[in-house]
């Protein structure tokens, strides 16, 4: 009932802002409606694109410390983002963190319509510098019509150095904090007619509010557009990151109340976090190329190809993992534009060679070989999709042909040395969008599309270095929505509701060390509301105060098991764990004509089971975060000084859970109240 009562309030709203006449609120600020979306081929305004997108722009990523994008995406209705530790980063969209003990898992990312996620379907979104990013959009809900396997959805990121129009512009920054934090960027963008080029470096360091989980990453990205001639364009985006984190695992309940910064500790059996030297080491080197052609004023092309490698080493309380990671791939998309009618086709290929060494962890040691074994994962798809536009209705149908083949060997054992296949059929995964004009400004829109996520290499081969056969989890999105702006751009509102059955849902479980593993657990009922309002109450240039907005993203995810047994034990109709029911969010921003300008966020989440059985929860959070700043030009430099607090209100709370944790082990307490300051310059 409440998700209906929030649809039909959203409906009757939309429908009264709709008749009303007034004069313009705005003068001096960027409409959201007008910004283009590109998910799914669209190319339209956010208003008319028929999908459930959030746009993120680059003054929103810069509203807090400009370290990570956790605050950030958290601002997004429908959207979560976890941070057990200092770079150790879990993502999920309309829930799936079940699946995710770290990591990004069961979403498609791409960075400039370059595939970042890896053909075993993992991607290291902690390699990624927030500064080096102009743009965010996320799609909700299952996307694989076009961005290949996932039931969550996709993150487009966005970097593009020709929107610099000077010929040379230089820009610099420092950051420094509690718990040592020292966040440094310098880079130089140069621009001419035909090429485009954006040299980026960066440097972060944390001491980590808990024991045992410093974090250093440093990073050089290259970003570069050419224009051939006018027909053709080429793309390039190149980066290396060194990253180190350490990860300080969980702690039980009385730990978490009464010291909450300690480590992962020892017991009769294992030994702790800080003895073992736990964390992770990762060296990667990223290359992705893409060429634009257009072959009439009809047809077109756009094909890239990827290659990467990563040097990964994990000493974990139980072992230590050594991984040699080889990705390439490429993806073509064919684009026939005519007027009201767009198809695209294409098709996306990647294959993952990873050589895995398990050894004893020696005190951070690698010691004796314990396994080592040969994996190689495959995965393709081809999609189709067309674009049609009738008037005040706008048609988007497309399908996709998924497969995942795997084989992994284990070459340290003499029985087992062969190789041995789990390979997914041929799966269809289909999308049917409708979008219609209700007025100028507000559009009703309508989703049908089927998700499907085989299990990723971390999945098959857990941390209990053993293989499992798992099913690919797979399920069909119904989702209704309404979207656009009232008032003459004084509101701007996106309201949604959806139904999602995942079958074969794959879920985490916890052996007596500790160490993840994975099941199928049956049927999950994923039904749910999103609504964000974004009200501009102030926009004029001549004005003290230039801009002022309110805005307010509310999630109700009342997720449940449909179908879960588990031995003996049937946890039907328990809530599906790790997904808080509900999440608001209040956002403030103020900007002033002398430069001055405040943002705020106010986060409201509710409790979170950390077990199946719904026996244990962590409890609801309230987390404040401000920032004061002040921001000018003089002549052609920008200056930007800031200074700002985390967790004004001194929380105690978990900023991502150990499900199904052995021992009680659930909680990895985030930083109490922290503070940072800054200044960034551009010249």
């Given at each position: 009932?409440?998700?209906?009562?929030?649809?039909?309030?959203?409906?009757?709203?939309?429908?009264?802002?709709?008749?009303?006449?007034?004069?313009?609120?705005?003068?001096?600020?960027?409409?959201?409606?007008?910004?283009?979306?590109?998910?799914?081929?669209?190319?339209?305004?956010?208003?008319?694109?028929?999908?459930?997108?959030?746009?993120?722009?680059?003054?929103?990523?810069?509203?807090?410390?400009?370290?990570?994008?956790?605050?950030?995406?958290?601002?997004?209705?429908?959207?979560?983002?976890?941070?057990?530790?200092?770079?150790?980063?879990r993502l999920s969209i309309r829930g799936s963190l079940i699946r995710s003990p770290f990591g990004v898992r069961n979403i498609r990312v791409y960075w400039n319509d370059i595939?970042?996620?890896?053909?075993?379907?993992?991607?290291?979104?902690?390699?990624?510098?927030?500064?080096?990013?102009?743009?965010?959009?996320?799609?909700?809900?299952?996307?694989?019509?076009?961005?290949?396997?996932?039931?969550?959805?996709?993150?487009?990121?966005?970097?593009?150095?020709?929107?610099?129009?000077?010929?040379?512009?230089?820009?610099?920054?420092?950051?420094?904090?509690?718990?040592?934090?020292?966040?440094?960027?310098?880079?130089?963008?140069?621009?001419?007619?035909?090429?485009?080029?954006?040299?980026?470096?960066?440097?972060?360091?944390?001491?980590?509010?808990?024991?045992?989980?410093?974090?250093?990453?440093?990073?050089?990205?290259?970003?570069?557009?050419?224009?051939?001639?006018?027909?053709?364009?080429?793309?390039?985006?190149?980066?290396?990151?060194?990253?180190?984190?350490?990860?300080?695992?969980?702690?039980?309940?009385?730990?978490?109340?009464?010291?909450?910064?300690?480590?992962?500790?020892?017991?009769?059996?294992?030994?702790?976090?800080?003895?073992?030297?736990?964390?992770?080491?990762?060296?990667?080197?990223?290359?992705?190329?893409?060429?634009?052609?257009?072959?009439?004023?009809?047809?077109?092309?756009?094909?890239?190809?990827?290659?990467?490698?990563?040097?990964?080493?994990?000493?974990?309380?139980?072992?230590?993992?050594?991984?040699?990671?080889?990705?390439?791939?490429?993806?073509?998309?064919?684009?026939?534009?005519?007027?009201?009618?767009?198809?695209?086709?294409?098709?996306?290929?990647?294959?993952?060679?990873?050589?895995?060494?398990?050894?004893?962890?020696?005190?951070?040691?690698?010691?004796?070989?314990?396994?080592?074994?040969?994996?190689?994962?495959?995965?393709?798809?081809?999609?189709?999709?067309?674009?049609?536009?009738?008037?005040?209705?706008?048609?988007?149908?497309?399908?996709?042909?998924?497969?995942?083949?795997?084989?992994?060997?284990?070459?340290?054992?003499?029985?087992?040395?062969?190789?041995?296949?789990?390979?997914?059929?041929?799966?269809?995964?289909?999308?049917?969008?409708?979008?219609?004009?209700?007025?100028?400004?507000?559009?009703?829109?309508?989703?049908?599309?089927?998700?499907?996520?085989?299990?990723?290499?971390?999945?098959?081969?857990?941390?209990?270095?053993?293989?499992?056969?798992?099913?690919?989890?797979?399920?069909?999105?119904?989702?209704?929505?309404?979207?656009?702006?009232?008032?003459?751009?004084?509101?701007?509102?996106?309201?949604?509701?959806?139904?999602?059955?995942?079958?074969?849902?794959?879920?985490?479980?916890?052996?007596?060390?500790?160490?993840?593993?994975?099941?199928?657990?049956?049927?999950?009922?994923?039904?749910?509301?999103?609504?964000?309002?974004?009200?501009?109450?102030?926009?004029?240039?001549?004005?003290?105060?230039?801009?002022?907005?309110?805005?307010?993203?509310?999630?109700?995810?009342?997720?449940?098991?449909?179908?879960?047994?588990?031995?003996?034990?049937?946890?039907?109709?328990?809530?599906?764990?790790?997904?808080?029911?509900?999440?608001?969010?209040?956002?403030?921003?103020?900007?002033?004509?002398?430069?001055?300008?405040?943002?705020?966020?106010?986060?409201?989440?509710?409790?979170?089971?950390?077990?199946?059985?719904?026996?244990?929860?962590?409890?609801?959070?309230?987390?404040?975060?401000?920032?004061?700043?002040?921001?000018?030009?003089?002549?052609?430099?920008?200056?930007?000084?800031?200074?700002?607090?985390?967790?004004?209100?001194?929380?105690?709370?978990?900023?991502?859970?150990?499900?199904?944790?052995?021992?009680?082990?659930?909680?990895?307490?985030?930083?109490?109240?922290?503070?940072?300051?800054?200044?960034?310059?551009?010249?």
């Open positions: 009932m409440k998700i209906l009562f929030i649809a039909a309030a959203i409906l009757f709203c939309s429908s009264c802002f709709a008749q009303k006449d007034s004069t313009k609120f705005l003068t001096d600020t960027t409409i959201l409606e007008n910004v283009t979306v590109t998910a799914f081929g669209s190319n339209a305004k956010w208003k008319d694109a028929p999908a459930a997108v959030a746009l993120i722009n680059q003054k929103q990523l810069q509203r807090f410390d400009n370290k990570t994008l956790v605050p950030i995406l958290n601002a997004v209705a429908g959207v979560r983002m976890e941070e057990r530790s200092p770079g150790s980063y595939p970042l996620t890896d053909a075993g379907g993992n991607t290291y979104l902690n390699l990624v510098d927030v500064n080096q990013l102009q743009s965010i959009e996320i799609i909700k809900g299952p996307a694989s019509s076009m961005y290949g396997a996932n039931t969550g959805g996709a993150l487009l990121l966005k970097s593009n150095p020709s929107i610099f129009n000077q010929k040379n512009i230089f820009n610099a920054g420092i950051e420094t904090g509690s718990y040592g934090l020292l966040n440094e960027q310098a880079g130089w963008n140069h621009h001419t007619e035909k090429l485009s080029f954006s040299l980026q470096q960066s440097h972060l360091q944390n001491d980590g509010y808990r024991q045992q989980s410093a974090l250093r990453r440093d990073n050089i990205l290259g970003d570069l557009k050419w224009s051939i001639n006018v027909h053709e364009e080429l793309s390039a985006l190149l980066f290396y990151t060194n990253l180190h984190y350490e990860t300080p695992g969980g702690i039980n309940k009385p730990q978490f109340d009464s010291l909450p910064t300690l480590a992962r500790l020892p017991t009769s059996t294992l030994p702790g976090a800080i003895q073992q030297h736990s964390g992770v080491y990762n060296k990667t080197g990223f290359a992705g190329f893409s060429l634009k052609s257009a072959f009439s004023n009809l047809w077109s092309n756009t094909t890239t190809i990827t290659v990467n490698h990563t040097d990964f080493k994990n000493p974990f309380i139980t072992n230590y993992e050594k991984r040699d990671e080889l990705n390439y791939g490429a993806r073509t998309v064919f684009e026939m534009n005519a007027l009201k009618f767009k198809w695209l086709s294409g098709a996306e290929w990647q294959q993952n060679i990873s050589h895995i060494n398990n050894y004893d962890n020696n005190g951070g040691v690698a010691g004796d070989l314990m396994y080592d074994d040969d994996v190689h994962v495959q995965q393709y798809f081809l999609f189709t999709q067309a674009n049609m536009q009738f008037n005040k209705l706008t048609v988007q149908a497309g399908a996709s042909l998924n497969r995942q083949q795997l084989k992994y060997n284990r070459v340290s054992d003499s029985v087992y040395n062969f190789w041995q296949h789990q390979n997914t059929k041929f799966l269809l995964a289909p999308r049917l969008s409708l979008l219609y004009n209700i007025t100028n400004t507000a559009s009703l829109y309508g989703i049908i599309s089927k998700g499907f996520s085989p299990p990723t290499l971390a999945e098959v081969r857990p941390s209990t270095n053993q293989f499992y056969n798992l099913q690919p989890e797979y399920g069909w999105n119904f989702e209704l929505g309404i979207k656009g702006s009232a008032l003459e751009n004084f509101l701007s509102f996106d309201g949604s509701v959806y139904a999602f059955k995942l079958r074969h849902g794959i879920v985490e479980q916890t052996d007596s060390t500790g160490a993840d593993f994975f099941v199928n657990a049956g049927n999950i009922k994923e039904n749910g509301a999103e609504l964000w309002v974004d009200a501009r109450i102030i926009g004029n240039k001549n004005s003290f105060i230039k801009d002022l907005s309110i805005s307010n993203s509310f999630t109700y995810q009342p997720y449940k098991f449909n179908n879960y047994l588990s031995g003996t034990k049937n946890y039907a109709g328990n809530r599906e764990t790790g997904v808080p029911k509900t999440i608001d969010v209040v956002a403030l921003d103020i900007n002033t004509a002398p430069g001055i300008y405040f943002n705020a966020n106010a986060n409201f989440t509710s409790s979170i089971p950390l077990t199946d059985a719904n026996d244990i929860y962590a409890d609801s959070y309230k987390l404040v975060q401000l920032k004061l700043g002040y921001k000018n030009q003089f002549k052609k430099t920008v200056l930007d000084f800031y200074f700002g607090i985390d967790n004004l209100l001194n929380e105690k709370y978990s900023l991502g859970n150990d499900l199904n944790a052995i021992g009680g082990r659930y909680f990895n307490a985030a930083p109490r109240r922290n503070y940072f300051t800054g200044v960034r310059i551009n010249f």
